[in-house]
């Protein structure tokens, strides 16, 4: 199969399409074959070996895809069969023409979505909606701030807060960026290339702040944050896109009562170390049910920028790394 390969930790500019074997199919697995591939930041975190998912050498990067079933180890109890349109989530594997995920982490897909669609539910939305309503318990009438809220993670979280029934005040940089994120339910958007959302953020709520914060950019932008959170809020840093993890003042946290929750989905996925038990898997079960419903219902619509085959993927990962995309950029293999 032609896959995206890495031999060693890097750039964009180390990674090659080359004819390699399919991956085995072991106990407990399925194999896709891979219509559509998400690109994403994680991935360039991930080649560099800055990812919390460190890869093995060589390695093929690549997280979500849409696919078909076309194959299913014999061990597995599953409702899937050959030929099922699905997503996956995965440690990595993704940029290939075929990749083989644990059953458990392969969910049926509505007839309504397509495969490029597809690729935002298993890492993008799961991240948002779980964060939202498992993590921060968001609730109707709430204020929700949600960081750089042009690229996918961030109009995910836009889309399900608004769902979930919150005031939504959105950030991100330029004109095209505010638009989309008003296009897809924010009901305030502040450009923070050109004023400071605190005060915004304040302006808008009356000096009370925001309710939950949903961050995947962290550095500068968490440190201000602290600063616009409403007492007994909750922080939600999820990424750190701005290349600085924040450190967090405890005075901060203890003067305002305030929540810093952490995500990481991988866990709820079982990618590391720590398996989750049939309970969890049930729960993840029911929250990409709910998710399709949802974007069945017209509530969720999946923001896809641009499609590229796979031999682009190195314009696709630039994209990414420049900053230039709205929503979502895939492969399709």
């Given at each position: 199969m032609r896959a995206v390969v890495g031999r060693k930790l890097g750039g964009i500019q180390d990674l090659r399409i080359e004819d390699?074997?399919?991956?085995?199919?072991?106990?407990?697995?399925?194999?896709?074959?891979?219509?559509?591939?998400?690109?994403?930041?994680?991935?360039?975190?991930?080649?560099?070996?800055?990812?919390?998912?460190?890869?093995?050498?060589?390695?093929?990067?690549?997280?979500?895809?849409?696919?078909?079933?076309?194959?299913?180890?014999?061990?597995?109890?599953?409702?899937?069969?050959?030929?099922?349109?699905?997503?996956?989530?995965?440690?990595?594997?993704?940029?290939?023409?075929?990749?083989?995920?644990?059953?458990?982490?392969?969910?049926?897909?509505?007839?309504?979505?397509?495969?490029?669609?597809?690729?935002?539910?298993?890492?993008?939305?799961?991240?948002?909606?779980?964060?939202?309503?498992?993590?921060?318990?968001?609730?109707?009438?709430?204020?929700?701030?949600?960081?750089?809220?042009?690229?996918?993670?961030?109009?995910?979280a836009v889309q399900i807060g608004r769902a979930m029934g919150a005031r939504v005040i959105a950030t991100a940089g330029g004109d095209h960026k505010l638009a989309a994120a008003t296009e897809y339910g924010a009901h305030h958007a502040i450009d923070y290339q050109k004023e400071d959302f605190r005060d915004r953020?304040?302006?808008?709520?009356?000096?009370?702040?925001?309710?939950?914060?949903?961050?995947?950019?962290?550095?500068?932008?968490?440190?201000?944050?602290?600063?616009?959170?409403?007492?007994?809020?909750?922080?939600?840093?999820?990424?750190?896109?701005?290349?600085?993890?924040?450190?967090?003042?405890?005075?901060l946290v203890l003067v305002k009562n305030l929540t810093v929750i952490g995500l990481y989905w991988g866990f709820y996925m079982a990618w590391g170390k720590s398996k989750a038990d049939a309970a969890m898997r049930g729960k993840v079960r029911t929250l990409f049910q709910e998710m399709f419903a949802l974007y069945d219902g017209g509530q969720l619509r999946a923001p896809i920028e641009r499609t590229l085959p796979l031999s682009e993927f190195g314009e696709a990962l630039r994209c990414v790394e420049r900053r230039e995309v709205v929503g979502k950029i895939v492969l399709m293999p």
């Open positions: 390699i074997a399919s991956s085995p199919l072991e106990r407990g697995t399925i194999r896709i074959s891979v219509r559509a591939a998400g690109v994403s930041f994680a991935n360039l975190l991930f080649i560099a070996g800055k990812h919390q998912n460190r890869p093995s050498i060589p390695f093929v990067p690549g997280t979500e895809v849409g696919g078909v079933v076309s194959e299913i180890a014999p061990d597995v109890r599953t409702n899937l069969k050959i030929g099922d349109q699905v997503c996956a989530g995965l440690p990595s594997g993704g940029f290939a023409e075929d990749t083989v995920v644990d059953a458990d982490n392969v969910f049926k897909i509505p007839d309504s979505l397509s495969f490029a669609g597809a690729t935002l539910f298993p890492t993008i939305y799961a991240t948002a909606y779980a964060g939202l309503k498992w993590r921060a318990n968001l609730q109707p009438g709430e204020t929700l701030l949600v960081h750089g809220a042009a690229g996918a993670s961030g109009l995910a953020v304040l302006a808008i709520t009356d000096g009370r702040g925001a309710d939950v914060v949903f961050d995947p950019v962290g550095g500068d932008v968490f440190d201000n944050s602290l600063r616009c959170v409403a007492p007994l809020g909750r922080l939600l840093p999820i990424g750190f896109a701005s290349g600085r993890i924040p450190h967090i003042p405890a005075n």
